[in-house]
């Protein structure tokens, strides 16, 4: 059963470090989770992979819902 991304947090930079999934209790490490969309085990959510310059990231799934954007769940 693939996960869900439920809400986010940021590193003292700004950028998402780690990620809560649903049924967890803990939250998974950006890298992990990035790992895990790449494998189609994250419903909401899909890793990119830019040029070498840029680190991998993780995005989640347009839907036009603001209110599920990585950055605005780690607001919260």
């Known amino acids: 059963m693939k996960k869900k991304i439920i809400d986010a947090k940021v590193d003292s930079k700004g950028n998402v470090s780690s990620v809560r999934l649903s049924g967890n209790k803990t939250f998974t490490p950006i890298k992990t989770a990035i790992k ?29 819902n603001k209110t599920n954007n990585l950055d605005e769940m780690a607001k919260d």
Not at 43 to 57: G, L, M, Q, R, T
Request: without cysteine; aromatic residues 4%.
């Open 36 to 64: 895990m969309a790449d494998k189609d085990e994250i419903e909401n959510a899909h890793a990119v992979h830019p040029i070498k310059a840029i680190k991998d990231y993780l995005r989640t799934n347009p839907d036009k």
